[in-house]
């Protein structure tokens, strides 16, 4: 059977029609090959959100929105689509997200935990997140604050910074690069000697070690030398102590027993000290030596004779010089 031209251009028109159809259809957020719920939510605002946005659950989308429209009361209310295969809990929150940094909004739907399930046509929970901007927005605000006052401190720091503290802060700096220079090569020079002695230490630490280890090994000899050393300390500081204390008590006995002799006028001393005639004779005798030394000084010749022939008798005779 032969199908004339006419037929051929009805048929494509038709199926272009149809297909036309099924597009505007879908681009208007409507399945025709699938069986779809529908849920709706009331919105103050929706910027940025329209007709065909995806519905998600955790990035994953689960339908559409269908269909928006303003309520006398001033708010949007918002048809979705969702595939019958996904149960959405009674208190499940339908909220607008933004979805890219240019204003692009999305339905996220946050899942509740009821075991009560929403039906089609239910009125789901709405609830709107600030875009990014919106978010970024009091950040950026603090921010400009931030750098004002950088700016103003920088131009404070860079008033106050003059010629002579730039030389002076570039003279601390050389300084210091000095400074490094000189500690690395005493760094290096102690390096070669810790080198060139690294024997030595070697040996020196071997040394010690030895003797630690003897201090090991006899350390219950040691223990034992200490304690007999201890002992024996105590008991010599014991005796010293004891012997000393007897001979300090004997001998504070004997200058007390003196000193009572003194006391009861015994004694030169105690005469001296309690016998008022003693002292009254030999203060008379001192005066008596007083005046003879002066007689003496004065008249020499009263009491020495010298002659050099030898002195004469009481006739005047000279007597011979005795061998």
């Not at 999305?106 to 009560?116: N, P, Q, R, T």
């Not at 690069?177 to 290096?188: D, K, W």
Request: aromatic content about 6%; glycine content about 6%; charged content about 20%.
């Amino acid at each position: 059977m032969k199908i004339s031209n006419e037929t051929k251009v009805g048929i494509l028109a038709t199926v272009a029609i149809a297909v036309l159809i099924i597009g505007y259809s879908f681009l208007k957020g409507n399945d025709v090959f699938t069986s779809e719920n529908k849920f709706y939510a009331s919105y103050d605002r929706v910027d940025g959100l329209s007709v065909s946005k995806p519905v998600m659950v955790n990035g994953y989308q689960i339908g559409r929105v269908s269909k928006m429209s303003l309520q006398p009361n001033g708010e949007i209310l918002t048809e979705f689509k969702i595939n019958q295969d996904y149960a959405i809990p009674a208190n499940t929150i339908a909220r607008i997200a933004s979805t890219d940094l240019l204003g692009g909004k999305a339905i996220v739907f946050e899942l509740g935990d009821s075991k009560d399930y929403a039906q089609d046509g239910d009125t789901l929970r709405a609830n709107i997140q600030r875009n990014i901007l919106e978010q970024v927005e009091p950040v950026q605000k603090k921010a400009e604050a931030v750098v004002a006052v950088l700016d103003s401190v920088l131009s404070s720091i860079n008033n106050t910074i003059n010629a002579d503290f730039q030389r002076n802060f570039n003279r601390s700096i050389a300084s210091i690069a000095n400074t490094l220079n000189t500690l690395e090569h005493t760094t290096a020079q102690v390096d070669a000697i810790v080198g060139t002695q690294r024997t030595k230490l070697s040996n020196i630490l071997s040394n010690v070690e030895s003797i630690s280890a003897n201090f090991k090994n006899n350390g219950e000899r040691i223990t034992s030398i200490l304690t007999n050393m201890e002992s024996v300390t105590d008991q010599v500081a014991k005796a010293n102590f004891q012997q000393t204390i007897q001979n300090a008590n004997a001998a504070v006995a004997d200058l007390q027993h003196i000193v009572d002799n003194i006391n009861n006028g015994k004694g030169s001393v105690g005469l001296l000290l309690n016998d008022e005639e003693l002292y009254n004779n030999l203060n008379n005798a001192s005066k008596n030596l007083d005046c003879l030394m002066i007689d003496l000084r004065e008249h020499p010749s009263r009491y020495v004779h010298f002659s050099v022939f030898g002195k004469k008798d009481k006739d005047g005779k000279e007597e011979s010089k005795k061998k």
